[in-house]
T-cell receptor, first 113, second 111 residues
Framework: GNSVTQMEGPVTLSEEAFLTINCTYT??????LFWYVQYPGEGLQLLLK?????DKGSNKGFEATYRKETTSFHLEKGSVQVSDSAVYFC????????????FGAGTRLFVKA | NAGVTQTPKFQVLKTGQSMTLQCAQD?????MYWYRQDPGMGLRLIYY???????DKGEVPNGYNVSRLNKREFSLRLESAAPSQTSVYFC??????????FGPGTRLTVT
């Protein structure tokens, strides 16, 4: 079945550092891939998405590229801010999973000033 | 455009009490979901409704029931609450492009 594996946290960085959160997936079909972000006390919200191989999703300085050959969708940001402190979830959805989204376990990011 | 709304925001129950968590979306989405989120466990799917009139079990359905009242509303019922059901509950709905839209959550404590 479909699955998502992302790096364990927490990840602690200083402001302006480079961020990478690794995500790999297993899927039988051709999934759409997503990164969601959850700020303290809130629900998840979509950060970015990619729907086919080699697509790059981007938003708020974050980027992720859909790599079919390595089944990966790593999240990157060139210069993190304190306000980026949150939990980040990698996820996939496709028609073979019915109408369900498969989420990774989440990676907590702390950014220090 | 409110998106996905959930009520209540907080609730404390005693063991054995019942309650219903309400969820509504105004985006005309067909599919709706209930998740629970526990520390260190990520999100776990309780039940989902692919379309109005259908519901299906997710990963952790025991102790819960759901009702898809109409296209907008999807409720989650705890018939006899247990301390193991202490959690944060999120409702979500899905666009045709598979993007999920989440409500703000209900924080439930069962004592």
């Amino acid at each position: 079945g479909n699955s998502v594996t992302q790096m364990e946290g927490p990840v602690t960085l200083s402001e302006e550092a480079f961020l990478t959160i690794n995500c790999t997936y297993t899927a039988t079909g051709y999934p759409s891939l997503f990164w969601y972000v959850q700020y303290p006390g809130e629900g998840l919200q979509l950060l970015l998405k990619a729907t086919k191989a080699d697509d790059k999703g981007s938003n708020k300085g974050f980027e992720a590229t859909y790599r079919k050959e390595t089944t990966s969708f790593h999240l990157e940001k060139g210069s993190v801010q304190v306000s980026d402190s949150a939990v980040y979830f990698c996820a996939l959805s496709d028609s073979t999973g019915g109408f369900k989204t498969i989420f990774g376990a989440g990676t907590r990011l702390f950014v220090k000033a | 455009n409110a998106g996905v709304t959930q009520t209540p925001k907080f609730q404390v129950l005693k063991t054995g009490q019942s309650m219903t968590l309400q969820c509504a979306q105004d985006m005309n989405h067909n599919s709706m979901y209930w998740y629970r989120q526990d520390p260190g466990m990520g999100l776990r799917l309780i039940y989902y409704s692919a379309s109005e009139g259908t519901t299906d079990k997710g990963e952790v359905p025991n102790g819960y029931n759901v009702s898809r009242l109409n296209k907008r509303e999807f409720s989650l019922r705890l018939e006899s609450a247990a301390p193991s059901q202490t959690s944060v509950y999120f409702c979500a709905s899905t666009a045709l492009s598979y993007e999920q839209y989440f409500g703000p959550g209900t924080r439930l404590t069962v004592t």
